[in-house]
C-alpha cells in the first residue's frame, strides 16, 4: 500500500493513501488547473476529472440569538450578509416583543453597516391570512412605505411576547438579476401572546421593493423586527414605533 505523505516545517505531516479495499481497476484523478472560489468543492465527472463547483442546496451564513432581557428595536441586524454568491435567502425566524408594543413583522434593507434604507426607497406589499378553526376567519391587508419598510405579517394583539414565528424567502437583494427589485415572501403561524395560543393564525405576507431606487451594488444588510404597521396600506415612515425584539434568526443561502 502506498502513501504519499506532506511533511510540515514543524514536524508533522499529512498523509494521503489508498482505499482499504483493492480497487477493481487503476484510478486516476486529474486536479483542477486552478483554484475554485471560497465555498466550492471538488466534484467529478465520473471519468477522474475533478472541478470546483458552488455547493447546492442551503448554506448557513449567521444566526442570532437574543433572550429577552437583552431585547432591542435593532436585536436582528445582520450586517453584509448578503453578496452575489447568492441570489435567494431562507430566513427562519422566531421573534417576539416583550412590551406587547407593535403589530406588524417587518424587514428593512440597507449597504453594508447601515442597516436601512430611510429616503427615497419604495416597497409596497401585502398578507393573506386565515384563522385555524374559525369559519369566515379568512381576509387580506395591504402595505405601503416610502422609507424602505418592508411589512409583512400583522396584526398582533397587544399581550406581551407575541411575536412570530416561521420562514421567509428573499430574493435578489444584490440586483444580480432581478428586475423588479428585491422581493420578501413568508409564511407564518402568528402568536397573540403566550396566554392566548388558541389564536394562532396561518398567513402569507409578500413585499416588492423598487428596483429603480435601489442602491448600486444592491443591498448588504438585513434588519428583521416588529414595527406599529398600517394593515390598510397608509404609508409607514421611520417615525413609526419599532419594538424591542428577542428570539432567534437564522439566514441561508440557496443555490
Given at each position: 500500500?502506498?502513501?504519499?505523505n506532506f511533511l510540515h516545517s514543524g514536524g508533522?505531516?499529512?498523509?494521503?493513501?489508498?482505499?482499504?479495499?483493492?480497487?477493481?481497476?487503476?484510478?486516476?484523478?486529474?486536479?483542477?488547473?486552478?483554484?475554485?472560489?471560497?465555498?466550492?468543492?471538488?466534484?467529478?465527472?465520473?471519468?477522474?476529472?475533478?472541478?470546483?463547483?458552488?455547493?447546492?442546496?442551503?448554506?448557513?451564513?449567521?444566526?442570532?440569538?437574543?433572550?429577552?432581557?437583552?431585547?432591542?428595536?435593532?436585536?436582528?441586524?445582520?450586517?453584509?450578509?448578503?453578496?452575489?454568491?447568492?441570489?435567494?435567502?431562507?430566513?427562519?425566524?422566531?421573534?417576539?416583543?416583550?412590551?406587547?408594543?407593535?403589530?406588524?413583522?417587518?424587514?428593512?434593507?440597507?449597504?453594508?453597516?447601515?442597516?436601512?434604507?430611510?429616503?427615497?426607497?419604495?416597497?409596497?406589499?401585502?398578507?393573506?391570512?386565515?384563522?385555524?378553526?374559525?369559519?369566515?376567519?379568512?381576509?387580506?391587508?395591504?402595505?405601503?412605505?416610502?422609507?424602505?419598510?418592508?411589512?409583512?405579517?400583522?396584526?398582533?394583539?397587544?399581550?406581551?411576547?407575541?411575536?412570530?414565528?416561521?420562514?421567509?424567502?428573499?430574493?435578489?437583494?444584490?440586483?444580480?438579476?432581478?428586475?423588479?427589485?428585491?422581493?420578501?415572501?413568508?409564511?407564518?403561524?402568528?402568536?397573540?401572546?403566550?396566554?392566548?395560543?388558541?389564536?394562532?393564525?396561518?398567513?402569507?405576507?409578500?413585499?416588492?421593493?423598487?428596483?429603480?431606487?435601489?442602491?448600486?451594488?444592491?443591498f448588504k444588510d438585513l434588519r428583521l423586527g416588529?414595527?406599529?404597521?398600517?394593515?390598510?396600506?397608509?404609508?409607514?415612515?421611520?417615525?413609526?414605533?419599532?419594538?424591542?425584539?428577542?428570539?432567534?434568526?437564522?439566514?441561508?443561502?440557496?443555490?
Amino acid at each position: 500500500m502506498s502513501i504519499l505523505n506532506f511533511l510540515h516545517s514543524g514536524g508533522n505531516k499529512v498523509s494521503l493513501t489508498t482505499p482499504t479495499s483493492n480497487p477493481s481497476s487503476n484510478v486516476t484523478f486529474k486536479l483542477p488547473a486552478a483554484d475554485g472560489t471560497a465555498g466550492q468543492v471538488l466534484q467529478t465527472d465520473g471519468n477522474g476529472n475533478l472541478t470546483f463547483v458552488d455547493q447546492k442546496g442551503m448554506t448557513f451564513l449567521s444566526s442570532k440569538n437574543i433572550v429577552s432581557g437583552s431585547a432591542a428595536t435593532n436585536a436582528f441586524h445582520f450586517n453584509n450578509v448578503f453578496s452575489t454568491t447568492f441570489t435567494q435567502y431562507m430566513i427562519y425566524f422566531d421573534i417576539f416583543t416583550p412590551t406587547g408594543s407593535g403589530n406588524v413583522l417587518f424587514a428593512q434593507f440597507g449597504t453594508a453597516s447601515n442597516g436601512s434604507v430611510t429616503s427615497g426607497y419604495q416597497c409596497r406589499g401585502g398578507n393573506m391570512h386565515s384563522q385555524v378553526g374559525t369559519s369566515g376567519g379568512t381576509s387580506k391587508q395591504v402595505y405601503n412605505s416610502d422609507d424602505g419598510i418592508h411589512q409583512l405579517n400583522g396584526t398582533l394583539g397587544s399581550d406581551a411576547n407575541a411575536g412570530f414565528r416561521g420562514h421567509a424567502i428573499i430574493t435578489d437583494p444584490m440586483k444580480v438579476s432581478s428586475d423588479t427589485g428585491v422581493t420578501v415572501s413568508t409564511i407564518i403561524m402568528m402568536h397573540y401572546g403566550n396566554g392566548n395560543q388558541q389564536n394562532k393564525w396561518s398567513e402569507r405576507g409578500f413585499s416588492n421593493g423598487d428596483y429603480n431606487t435601489t442602491p448600486s451594488g444592491g443591498f448588504k444588510d438585513l434588519r428583521l423586527g416588529i414595527c406599529q404597521g398600517n394593515s390598510s396600506g397608509g404609508n409607514v415612515t421611520t417615525s413609526t414605533s419599532f419594538a424591542t425584539v428577542y428570539g432567534t434568526v437564522s439566514i441561508y443561502g440557496v443555490r
